[in-house]
């Protein structure tokens, strides 16, 4: 029951939507701006990076959505009220082992999957190791990553998926509205313009991922976990000079942009695997109920917490 414990809080529809909205009327005002500026988003970066450095501007990157993450948990303690427990999971405790799960698993994963493509195409990627930059940018993704990606899940996965499933009082609405709304996030990035818009379904399949192991799994942990994960290794393992993070990683990607099957096998292939592994761990039954039932209504919500919290 993890979209039904948003009525622990006073509920309200004003509630839901502020955040929500401010943030897409953000992202919105920047996509406008990157396109009507006469300057690639490729030349922008590569100036900011000229002007701070990679680690600067990865911090000036990370910093705003990381305060957006205590912006939301603070909207959720304070104006809702709810505890932040119960925007993260439907457990009577957050499963910390859930999410560092997921992080091993998904960590391991891309670490195999970036060395055989390393070693299938050396001629791809060179070694970029300096210990004097990567210990820096160690320490700024350790901090930083988990409160950005965090925050990303948070308001997605999170406060919208909760109000939007009580105000539409179904589950596959949540999932399909907060899945392309996350992929259309990413509209901005640098990749997208590199690659073209068939790139967003890479995004849009991530963001269903991350909401289908959210409802089944009844909580945000495996999320948590997974996309704390993408984020960090991919920023410490490899970079491009055409990608939203450049950092000094151990390795960078020297090939020439170009969309080609393989970046969608992680959709395809990878994503529905981790799906049954999940599946297989932790018991999920009931796909079709999780995924696309009813919402239960407000009274056997609160029955059904004074069962579980007694």
Do not use: C
């Not at 603070?74 to 439907?90: D, F, K």
């Not at 001629?123 to 990606?149: C, E, G």
């Amino acid at each position: 029951m993890y979209i039904e414990q948003g009525y622990r809080g006073n509920l309200g529809i004003w509630k839901y939507l502020i955040l929500p909205l401010g943030f897409i009327a953000l992202m919105v005002l920047n996509y406008l701006a990157t396109l009507a500026s006469p300057v690639p988003v490729e030349t922008m970066m590569a100036d900011m990076i000229r002007q701070f450095g990679r680690n600067g501007t990865l911090v000036i990157l990370l910093v705003p959505l990381a305060f957006g993450l205590f912006v939301v948990l603070g909207w959720t303690r304070l104006v809702h009220p709810q505890s932040i427990r119960s925007l993260t999971t439907s457990r009577r405790r957050v499963d910390w082992k859930r999410i560092f799960f997921a992080f091993g698993l998904w960590g391991l994963l891309t670490v195999l999957i970036t060395g055989v493509d390393i070693w299938l195409s050396p001629d791809h990627y060179v070694w970029n190791f300096r210990w004097d930059a990567f210990w820096k940018l160690a320490v700024i993704a350790l901090l930083l990553i988990p409160l950005q990606t965090s925050f990303e899940e948070y308001l997605f996965r999170g406060h919208m998926m909760q109000g939007l499933g009580i105000m539409a009082g179904n589950r596959w609405v949540p999932l399909v509205v907060t899945s392309v709304l996350f992929g259309l996030m990413h509209l901005g990035n640098p990749e997208v313009e590199k690659l073209g818009y068939w790139s967003m379904v890479y995004y849009i399949g991530t963001g269903f991922f991350l909401g289908i192991i959210t409802l089944m799994d009844e909580g945000l942990e495996l999320a948590l976990g997974f996309h704390a994960a993408n984020n960090l290794v991919t920023a410490l393992l490899v970079t491009a000079d055409w990608t939203a993070f450049q950092t000094d990683s151990l390795y960078r990607d020297v090939s020439s942009p170009a969309l080609s099957w393989d970046a969608f096998i992680p959709i395809f292939v990878v994503f529905p695997l981790l799906l049954w592994i999940f599946g297989r761990k932790y018991g999920w039954k009931n796909w079709k109920s999780r995924l696309a039932g009813p919402v239960a209504s407000a009274e056997a919500a609160r029955a059904a917490f004074e069962t579980q919290d007694a």
